[in-house]
């Protein structure tokens, strides 16, 4: 897929906390790679996190003021980035995310990019996306009615299968 000449497609993996959506990104993410996908991820902390330590040097150089440092090595690169707003999924995606073919997210509830919701019934009576247009499919067991495809959790074939055909099927 050339990028500079598309929007990476964006597919929001969304559920109530312990539903279960880090496990289906960590399924979904190998099969597609074995389909030959290129597959970014992006998650969100609502209260923040912490990648430098005190006293390391890349903590030593933001308590002094940088905003922006690079950590590298020969097989990793991080960027630690002060900012001023939360960013939402478009931003994250147009500012840091380079060749790849499709970006997964996970804790971003409220975006209006397509989703598939992760639903477990011993924790939830309804899903949280119900109503909302941009829901593609639940994964989940004893799914509540819906109009949209639902996939038992063990169904990463299946899921990967509709990703494919709505977001990757011309590549």
Known sequence: MDNKHSVIPVVAI???SDSGKTTLIEKIIPELIRRGYRVATIKHHGHGFDLDHEGKDSWR?????????VLASPRQVAVVEEVVKDYDIAELRDIYI???DIILTEGFKQ????????????RKDDIISRGDANL??????????????CFECHDIMGVADLIEARFLHEY
């Open 111 to 122: 975006t209006s990019e397509p989703k598939i919701e992760v639903f477990r019934a011993d």
């Open 98 to 100: 380079r060749h790849v």
């Open 136 to 149: 593609l499919a639940v994964v989940g067991d004893k799914p509540p009615e819906v109009d949209v495809p």
């Open 14 to 16: 969304v559920g109530e």
């Open 61 to 69: 150089h933001k308590q002094a003021g940088a905003l922006v440092t």
